[in-house]
T-cell receptor, first 111, second 115 residues
Framework: GQQVMQIPQYQHVQEGEDFTTYCNSS?????IQWYKQRPGGHPVFLIQ?????EVKKQKRLTFQFGEAKKNSSLHITATQTTDVGTYFC???????????FGTGTRLQVTL | KAGVTQTPRYLIKTRGQQVTLSCSPI?????VSWYQQTPGQGLQFLFE???????NKGNFPGRFSGRQFSNSRSEMNVSTLELGDSALYLC??????????????FGAGTRLSVL
């Protein structure tokens, strides 16, 4: 079945440093979504990408969908303590409605 | 609009018992999905319901079941609880679950502890 892996599993940065998490699917995706889960909270939708090579920005966050639509990345510039949490990618294969979540990357930011 | 509501928030059960969790989706959302979250396994998909029918199913044993009512509210049942069923169970609703309309809006979850 479809597998979606994220690397790294965990990253600890100092405030102000940049951070990137990578999402890799075993199959071609029709779309990619990103979610953030704060400690003790539930996943919250951040963004959706659907086009090959698409890049979207939300303030300090930059999201990219690979040309082959099998990978994606989330880059945070100048991290802040409010960025702490686990970031998940999720995607669909073809027109199937089942959304497969990635393994997640936990980000810790310290002053 | 009210968000996704899950009840109860916390549950403590013993092995062998059964449990029912409830989820009320966002008004107008017709698709409800259930996920199990554990520290070691991340977010594991259980099943998705749309129009009272199970449309997708994850790789969980038959002890895990669910249903959806005509008002889109959903329930999930776990029978013969095992210690390994201890987890956070998350419900998420979306417009209709199809690609492009399947942004997941999660509830706060039900934390189940099996003793």
């Amino acid at each position: 079945g479809q597998q979606v892996m994220q690397i790294p599993q965990y990253q600890h940065v100092q405030e102000g440093e940049d951070f990137t998490t990578y999402c890799n699917s075993s199959t071609t995706l029709s779309n990619i979504q990103w979610y953030k889960q704060r400690p003790g909270g539930h996943p919250v939708f951040l963004i959706q990408l659907v086009k090959s090579g698409e890049v979207k920005k939300q303030k300090r966050l930059t999201f990219q969908f690979g040309e082959a639509k099998k990978n994606s990345s989330l880059h945070i510039t100048a991290t802040q303590t409010t960025d702490v949490g686990t970031y998940f990618c999720a995607g669909n294969t073809g027109t199937a409605s089942k959304l497969t979540f990635g393994t997640g990357t936990r980000l810790q930011v310290t002053l | 609009k009210a968000g996704v509501t899950q009840t109860p928030r916390y549950l403590i059960k013993t092995r062998g018992q059964q449990v029912t969790l409830s989820c009320s989706p966002i008004s107008g959302h017709r698709s409800v999905s259930w996920y199990q979250q554990t520290p070691g396994q991340g977010l594991q998909f259980l099943f998705e319901y749309f129009s009272e029918t199970q449309r997708n199913k994850g790789n969980f044993p038959g002890r895990f079941s669910g249903r959806q009512f005509s008002n889109s509210r959903s329930e999930m049942n776990v029978s013969t609880l095992e210690l390994g069923d201890s987890a956070l169970y998350l419900c998420a609703s979306s417009l209709d679950g199809r690609v492009g309309k399947n942004i997941q809006y999660f509830g706060a979850g039900t934390r189940l502890s099996v003793l």
